[in-house]
């Protein structure tokens, strides 16, 4: 296109395929904030409940937030969290039959995930940041 005006583009020559995809982003906190967050002694409730559950609708409206991705429907969407010593490292695994892959909506649910803690938990933690928002898989299978 001369001029570099924005479309979407055709998948319509694709075959449809089992796609995954999975991202993964850091919230970096305070070790007592993990300790309050391990104990349910934060204010406003189930902090990764709520977290997976941001995470989750984030991937399914992935195609709403980004204005050239396909609308995917989505099989599955996976949120989970390990929490570490300074960190809680935030996984999500998106699969889908498409004919487009679901990394959009990974980044998606793992970045609104971590926003969602971060909300959650920034009364108790003025020193949080979240970093380092990547794919680290992509596959057709």
């Given amino acids: 296109m001369e001029g ?31 300790v309050a967050l391990r104990e349910h002694a934060l204010p406003k409730g189930d902090v990764l409940a709520v977290a997976r559950v941001a995470g989750i609708q984030a991937a399914k409206a992935t195609a709403s937030l980004i204005p050239l991705c396909h609308p995917l429907p989505l099989d599955q969407v996976l949120v989970d969290f390990v929490l570490g010593v300074q960190a809680i490292e935030v996984a999500c695994t998106v699969r889908t039959g498409a004919k487009t892959g679901v990394e959009m909506e990974a980044l998606t649910g793992a970045g609104v995930a971590a926003l969602t803690l971060y909300d959650m938990l920034k009364s108790a933690d003025k020193t949080m940041s979240i970093n380092n928002l990547r794919v680290v898989r992509k596959e057709k299978v």
């Fill in 4 to 34: 570099g005006e924005a479309r979407m583009v055709s998948v319509s020559h694709k075959p449809v395929q089992a796609r995954v995809a999975e991202a993964r982003c850091e919230l970096v906190c305070q070790p007592a904030t993990l």
